[in-house]
């Protein structure tokens, strides 16, 4: 009897064990998966000053599941204005970059068509500079006494993906901007404002 007793523990420690070791398996595999991830490049507009200022943006993005992503967010722009803010200013110029963290949710998503939600926020940097000083390689030579300005900002926004062929995407999308910070320059206010965007995404 000792050897069928034996057999019997062995049978119920496999009966026990083979569900556990399925599921570890299936985890593992689950985890193992290819998380998608999408690069999007794209021009973009803000508006500063009541006056519409033109730049690039780039997004990275990491899907922790099929609806959620998060990831980096930057954009840069840089245009002449028609004030000085006190300074001896020939041709005074804003340098305007944005580092963010998105987060984004797919609210619709199909084979063609995707629909999402984003919020953004981080840190921007404004700088104030003097377009007639440049050296010789055309690039902007910041002076010292020149000020800056640097906020948090927290930006909602929506986009639209359409595909075109394989990964790629046409997109579009609107944001608002709220900048929290003191200013050394100008206000808050006048960094405020919509963005809109448009380029290409890989999605894959």
Not at 18 to 26: E, K, Q, T, V
Not at 63 to 72: A, C, H, N
Not at 123 to 149: M, P, T, V
């Amino acid at each position: 009897m000792k050897p069928l007793k034996i057999h019997i523990v062995c049978i119920l420690l496999l009966i026990l064990l083979l569900p556990h070791s399925w599921l570890a398996n299936a985890q593992t595999s689950e985890e193992n998966k290819e998380k998608p991830i999408s690069f999007e490049m794209c021009f973009a507009k803000t508006t500063l000053f009541g006056n519409t200022f033109h730049g690039m943006s780039g997004h990275y993005i990491y899907f922790l599941s099929r609806k959620i992503g998060t990831g980096l967010s930057l954009f840069t722009c840089q245009a002449p204005i028609d004030r000085n803010f006190g300074y001896a200013i020939a041709n005074p110029q804003l340098l305007y970059n944005q580092y963010g963290w998105l987060n984004q949710f797919l609210l619709i998503k199909s084979n063609f068509l995707k629909i999402k939600l984003n919020f953004t926020n981080g840190l921007i940097q404004i700088r104030l500079l003097d377009d007639s000083q440049r050296n010789y390689n055309g690039q902007l030579i910041i002076q010292q006494n020149f000020e800056r300005n640097f906020y948090y900002f927290l930006s909602p926004g929506m986009d639209l993906s359409i595909k075109l062929f394989g990964p790629l995407h046409f997109t579009a999308g609107i944001n608002y901007r709220f900048l929290f910070g003191k200013s050394h320059f100008a206000s808050h206010k006048d960094f405020e404002g919509t963005g809109i965007n448009f380029g290409v995404t890989m999605m894959k």
